[in-house]
């Protein structure tokens, strides 16, 4: 009788965790995260204040899943009119595989951003974007990444296809066309020679959807790269599972830290381990992405030479509807210099910000909407801290 009252309890214990499993990934899917993330460029000092940029990438909208998409969208639009950063940055893969979701997102979401920021919507394309038949979009247009950029045009963003334009006074962004798509990535050069002697500038920010453009960009001189691509691994080890390199700020993507066993393992397999392999090392898409470091978070990528940085937003979307320990993403990134008043400010902002959230979390509060606070330092610099933000307690 103790054994089977056992055994009860044993599946009872693992239907209700497979159960709890299953909710999980459905809450994590269904709603957004707000990243909020200090990025220290030198060549900032010279600003009066920090710039404050919205990022946000991989919105892979398709057919079918118009309601959770309009949900998250929703909420990610909440966010946005809370912060109301200078500038809001997209990152590319706006759509799945076919180009027709993309009208829905840029009436319902797309056509909104810019009157929610003062220096405009700056986008890149990803591949996801140009994988779309010719026979799927008007006869106008050459191609589905061409078509998807027009749509993206028409709802205010300004698309930037290796091509740069200056946001503010000294401020460039520069956005570059994906590099697995090599008709488009052969102009990056120009683009990125356009960016490179700019050196005066306050900020050099640049666009790309992959992240591993970091390592084809090295001869060149900027500050900060965005991308998407990875979807910030979207199943991840929990937050205190720690694996040497990678950094101790993200949680490890399970496919970047199985791919080394992967690699090694299918060679192996009998009769067709030797095709396997050899397709997969010349087959850059069952990769994903070279560098799993950087699947998710800040980085300092520097040349040697002068100081880089790429920061990885998880995205807003998922390719596969799973995500674990990986949340859909709005980045919020405070750009300023390393001036001891800024630090000072941001330390008081996010001790502020923890003991806000935990009073909130203990009384069981779902959104945490507070006053603009807006801090001053002893000296010229002046930090902005919004803490009006809206943002979704985990």
């Given at each position: 009788?103790?054994?089977?009252?056992?055994?009860?309890?044993?599946?009872?214990?693992?239907?209700?965790?497979?159960?709890?499993?299953?909710?999980?990934?459905?809450?994590?899917?269904?709603?957004?995260s707000v990243e909020r993330v200090r990025v220290v460029v030198e060549s900032m000092n010279a600003r009066k204040s920090p710039l404050v940029v919205a990022h946000l990438s991989d919105f892979h909208c398709d057919f079918g899943i118009e309601d959770r998409m309009d949900a998250i969208l929703t909420e990610t639009l909440q966010a946005l009119k809370e912060v109301r950063p200078d500038a809001i940055c997209l990152t590319g893969d706006y759509v799945n595989c076919h180009p027709g979701p993309i009208d829905r997102l840029c009436r319902k979401f797309v056509s909104k951003l810019?009157?929610?920021?003062?220096?405009?919507?700056?986008a890149s394309l990803g591949n996801h974007d140009s994988y779309g038949s010719r026979e799927d979009v008007p006869s106008s247009f050459k191609s589905s990444s061409d078509y998807i950029a027009s749509e993206l045009e028409n709802a205010g963003a300004v698309v930037l296809r290796n091509h740069s334009v200056e946001v503010d006074d000294g401020v460039w962004i520069c956005g570059l066309e994906d590099v697995w798509n090599p008709p488009g990535w052969r102009g990056h050069r120009i683009a990125m020679q356009d960016i490179h002697r700019r050196s005066e500038s306050k900020l050099r920010i640049v666009l790309s959807h992959n992240p591993d453009t970091g390592d084809?960009?090295?001869?060149?001189?900027?500050?900060?790269?965005?991308?998407?691509?990875?979807?910030?691994?979207?199943?991840?080890?929990?937050?205190?599972v720690t694996i040497r390199g990678?950094?101790?700020?993200?949680?490890?993507?399970?496919?970047?830290?199985?791919?080394?066993l992967f690699d090694w393992l299918i060679p192996r397999v009998p009769l067709v381990g030797p095709i396997l392999g050899d397709m997969r090392r010349h087959h850059k898409y069952?990769?994903?992405?070279?560098?799993?470091?950087?699947?998710?978070?800040?980085?300092?990528?520097?040349?040697?030479?002068?100081?880089?940085?790429?920061?990885?937003?998880?995205?807003v979307g998922t390719h596969r509807n799973m995500r674990l320990f990986c949340p859909p993403e709005l980045s919020i990134l405070l750009i300023g210099g390393p001036s001891e008043d800024i630090e000072l400010a941001s330390v008081y902002f996010f001790i502020l910000q923890a003991i806000l959230v935990e009073m909130m979390n203990s009384y069981r509060i779902k959104y945490l909407h507070i006053a603009t606070l807006d801090i001053y330092s002893i000296g010229k610099m002046r930090w902005r801290a919004d803490i009006s933000r809206g943002f979704k307690l985990q």
């Open positions: 009788m103790m054994v089977l009252a056992l055994i009860a309890l044993v599946l009872f214990a693992g239907v209700a965790a497979i159960l709890g499993l299953l909710l999980y990934f459905y809450l994590v899917q269904h709603h957004i810019p009157t929610l920021c003062s220096m405009g919507v700056y084809h960009l090295k001869e060149y001189d900027y500050d900060l790269q965005l991308s998407g691509h990875v979807h910030g691994g979207q199943v991840c080890f929990p937050p205190f990678y950094s101790t700020n993200m949680n490890v993507p399970v496919l970047g830290f199985c791919r080394p069952s990769y994903v992405v070279k560098r799993w470091e950087w699947a998710q978070g800040l980085h300092d990528i520097s040349n040697g030479v002068t100081r880089k940085q790429l920061y990885v937003t998880k995205g």
